[in-house]
């Protein structure tokens, strides 16, 4: 039987899709350092998971625990764009170094494939929609050259050493789970927190700023499909994971409000320095690869979200209560 290591199984996403790979009766193990990763993101999973508390930075470690392992779903990383603009170094350990320790554990190990998660933001600010895999990578603030870096990595080390790696580009992944009170939280999470909080969220800019906001149960399918897809259709290449739609922040906010039943307008401050104007995929080459398809759209995602918040918050309150 296939064995499965998770990296940041205690993220966001990490644990979504370590989750779904034990549901579906693999041998998981799980590697996290807990840095933004959290404890209570592994309730679900806890006693099924072959947990491993460990830091990508620490080379034997991350190579200790590709031993026995078939499959890694990379997902661990120190993300956010202003937060790489504020300490380069700190995120450049942790995604650059880090990948490359993987990937030097995984090829000592034997590991036959691995999936990484990379970032849209690699395209940047140049002109062409929707974004085609095919285009120039031209990333800005130090995070998409970071994650940038990465998915070279993974090519080098395919083309090179025979190790089967594939690259999901990520776009604007939200759901459950998200950090929401990090200053550097993704701005669905930030936003549907304000707003169930009573509190009034800033809009960066003019708010027309777009992204293919992706629900994370889309960006989970995409890397179990990426992970058993013939290695001719997939290994060595990158793949924009999304849904095909632009929406604005602005339109974002409305409907966001709508579903938190928050009745104020957005605060507006100035443009974040790094920023992304616009964001949009094309996704044929996953659906022709691998059969990626979005399973949940924009909509549906974000009621999804907003009520998982909500229910978070209800969960928060103390026994003892009265409130
Ligand atoms: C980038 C990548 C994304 C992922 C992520 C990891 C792009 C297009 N996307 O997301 O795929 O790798 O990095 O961190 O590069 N904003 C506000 N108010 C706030 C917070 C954010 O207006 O309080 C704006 C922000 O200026 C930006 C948009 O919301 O225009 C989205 O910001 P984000 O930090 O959620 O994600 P982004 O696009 O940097």
Redo the contacts with the bound molecule.
Sequence with gaps: MARYLVTGCAGFLGSWISQALLERGEIVRGFDNFETGLKKNLAEINGRLDFVEGDLRDADAIARACEGVDYVLHQA?L?????SVKDPRTSHTANVDGTFNLLEGARAAGVKRIVYA???????NQPGFPRKETMVPMPI?P??VQ?LAGELYMRSYWQVYGLETVCL??????GPRQVPDSP????????AL?MLSGEQ?????D?E?G??FTYVANAVSANLLAMEAPAEKVAGRVFNIACGERHT?NETYKILAELAGFTQP?LY?P??T??????LADITAAQDAFGYKPLIGFEEGLRRTVDWYKQQMKEAVPQNSLA
């Design positions: 990383a993300p956010s764009v202003p937060r990379a970032s849209s933001s690699a395209y940047g603030a995070y998409p994650k580009r990520y776009f604007n992944i939200f550097y939280s993704g701005v669905m999470a930030k936003f304000l969220p800033t809009i960066f800019g708010g700023q992204r293919d922040l957005a401050g443009e974040r790094g920023d992304i104007q616009n964001s």
